[in-house]
C-alpha cells in the first residue's frame, strides 16, 4: 500500500513538474506579457472557445506576439537575414536615427530569406496578418510576387514623405506596383565581372581587354586564354538561369508580354542570350558548377580566373585574403548584334517592407526618410562596413566610395559598381518570375545539350503557361 | 570458394558500407576545423582554424542561447510525449475492443497527412490562443505521435498476459501495473522512444521556424539555417555549429544504441 501510495505521488509530482515546466517556460522578451501567462488554461479555454472566440483573441494577442507590446509604439520588430549584411546594415540605421530619437528601438529577428517565405505563406494563409512583423527584408525578384499576390500585406509608402526620386529607376521599378511605392529600396545587385590579373598577363591580356566588349570579342579572347593557361574566364551554376536573365536584362530585353502570357518564342534576345550560352559552353570559355558551392569553388580554387555576377559575389571572392591584390573588376559583356545591347545588368538585391501589420507607420517611414533614403553618413559607414552597394542615388558622390581597395590593386571598385549601377535597363520580372526562370534553366540544359532552340522555347512557354493556369 | 575468401569479401563490402556512412561525420569534423576557402577547394585533412571558427561562430549566433533552447524544448517534449503514448499504446493494446482498434487505424492513417498541411490551420489556432514562442506551442503537435503509440502497442502485445491477470489478483491497480510491471520489463522500448523523439524534437525545425518569431526563442537548427542566409557563408563557423548540434543526439543514440536495437524489434527482457 505504502509502494503504491508512493507511485502515485510520484506521477502526481511528476506531472506537475512537467506541466509547470510548460508553464513558466515562455522565452519571448517583448511578448511576456500575454504569452507566459499560463498557457494550460488558454488551451483548455480554447477546446470549447467558439471560432468567433478565437478571431476576438486574434486581435487582442496581435500587438503582443509581433514582439513590441509593454515596450511602447517606438519599438518596431523587424524580419531580416545576414548578420553581417542586412542586419548589419539596419543596425548601423537604428544607431543613426537613435540620435535624434533616443526612445526608438529595433528588435531584429534573424529570419533566412527561405524561413520569411514559410512564415509569410503561412500568415498570409491563414489570413492572420496580424502575426506579421512591423518591417521586413524582401528579396527583390520576389518582390512583384507578393505585392501583386498579397497586396494587403504592404504599406502603401506613396506621399508617406519617403522621397523616392532619389532612387534609380531600375531598382525602383522593382517595388513599384501600379505607381505606387510598396517599398524602400535597399541593396543592389549591381552586375560586376572580376578577373584575376595575374592569370590574364598569362595569356597576354589586361583587363582592359575584356572592358566594354561583346560576347563575341569575349569568347575570341577566353578560347586563346583557355589555350594558353587552361582557365576558363567564369562559371555559371548549372540548373539555373539567372545568368540567361542577367543577360536579357543587360539588353533592355523582356521575357513577358503585355497580357502577362510568356514571351519566349521569337524573342529576339532571349534566342540570341541562349546561344551565346551555348557557344559560352562549347567553347570551354564558360564553366559550370553543379551547386552553388562548386560555383564559388570554381573561382575560388581556380578552375576560371574570374566570375560575373551581381556585386555581392565580392564578398566570396574576397574569400581568400592570399589572393589580395590579384584581382581586377570592370563591366560584363554585351550581347552582339542586338541594338539595345548594353553592358549593365542586375542579379538580386533586396527591399525593406513597412507591412500593413506595423503599428507606428508615421515612425516607420520617418526612420526610412532618415537613414536608407536620406543619409550619407549611413551609407558612408556600411560601405566599407559590409559592401553594401547603396540605391540612393546621392551616396554615390561621397568620397568613401572613391577608396582605393586593395584587394583589387587599389581599384576604385565602388565607385565604378555605383557608376555601373546607374546605366542597368529596367527589367519587369513579374509574378511567375521564378517558374520562368526554371523553365528557361531546363531549356538552357537542353540546348546546351544540343537541343533545338525553338522547339526548347515552344516547350518552356507552355511548362509556363500551364504553371499560370493558362 | 573457401571460407576465408568469403569473409574477405565480406569485410570488403562492410568496409566499403562504413566509410560510405562514416564519411559525412568525419568531413563535418575536418571542416570545422578548417578556412571556408580550404572546405570549398575539398581539404580533407585537419586544419588548424578551430578556435577561429568558434570565434565567428559565437560573434555571428548566440549559440549557447540557442543549445539551451533546444535542451528544454527537446527534454520536456520527450518525456511528455513518452508518457502520453506509452499510456495510449498499453491501453490500446490491453484494454482492446472493436472500437478501440478501429481508433487505433485511424491514428495509423493520421501518419499519412504530411505536417506541411496542418501547418497553416496550426499556427491560426496557436498564434489566436497566444501560443507563439511559448514551450507549449513547441511541443503541443508533435506530443501525440502515431508512430510512438504504435511502438508502444506492439511492445504491450508481447507483454505476456499471465503477468497482467497475476498482478491484477495480488491486487495491483491498472496504474500500478503500467508503472511499476510494464515500464521496467520494457526498458529497452523506452530506450528506443526515447532516442527518437529526442532526435524529432532536437532536429525539429519547420514548425519552431514558423511559431519562434522571437530571436530569444531561436533553437540550434534555427540558427544552423541562419548561418547560410547570408550573401557569404562562413562553411567553416557552419560545419562547427553542426558538429555541435550533432554531438547530444550523437552521444544519445551511442548511449542507448543496445536498448534501441532491441526496442525497436520488441524484445521482453
Known sequence: MKRKLLGMLLTVSMTATILAGCGGAAPAAGAGGADSSSPETQTSDTAGASAEDAKEADTQDASADTGSAGSGDSTLTVWTWDPNFNIYSITEAEKIYQKENPDFKLEIVETPWEDMQTNLGTILGSGNLSQLPDILLMQDFAFQKYAITYPDMFTDLTGSGIDFSKFGPGKLGESTVDGKNLGVPFDAGTEVACYRKDILEQAGYTVEDLTDIDWDKFIEIGKDVKAKTGYSLFSTQAGSADFIMQMIQSAGGKIWKDDGTPDFVGNEILVKSLETYKELFDTGVMDTGNSWDEYIATFTSGKTLGTINGCWIIASVQADETQSGLWSLTNMPKLSGISSATNYS????????????????????????????????????????????????????????????????????????????????????????????????????NIVNGADIEKELEAAEETVNFNMGN | MTEKNKLIIQYIVLIFASVISVFPLVWMMIAATNRTVDIIAGKLTFGTQLVTNYNNLIANQDIFRGFMNSVKYSVIQTLVSILICSLAGYGFEVFHDKVKDALMALILMSMMIPFVALMIPLFRMFSSVGLLNSTLGFILPSLSTPFLIMLFRAAARSFPAEMIEAARIDGLNEFGIFFRMFIPTMRSTFAAALTVTFMNAWNNYIWPKVIMQDSKAQTLPMMISNLTSGYFTDYGALMLAVLITTLPTAVLFLALQKNFAEGITGAVK
Open chain 1, 346 to 445: 542586375n542579379q538580386g538585391g533586396s527591399t525593406w517592407v513597412i507591412t500593413s501589420n506595423c503599428k507606428n507607420v508615421e515612425l516607420a517611414s520617418d526612420f526610412f526618410a532618415k537613414t536608407f533614403a536620406g543619409s550619407n553618413e549611413l551609407y558612408d559607414t556600411i560601405l566599407p562596413g559590409c559592401a553594401a552597394i547603396s540605391c540612393w542615388t546621392p551616396a554615390a558622390s561621397s568620397s568613401v566610395y572613391s577608396e582605393p581597395i586593395e584587394f583589387f590593386g587599389g581599384e576604385k571598385i565602388y565607385s565604378k559598381i555605383a557608376d555601373f549601377g546607374a546605366k542597368v535597363p529596367a527589367f519587369e520580372r513579374g509574378v511567375y518570375f521564378t517558374e520562368a526562370n526554371t523553365a528557361i534553366a531546363t531549356a538552357a540544359t
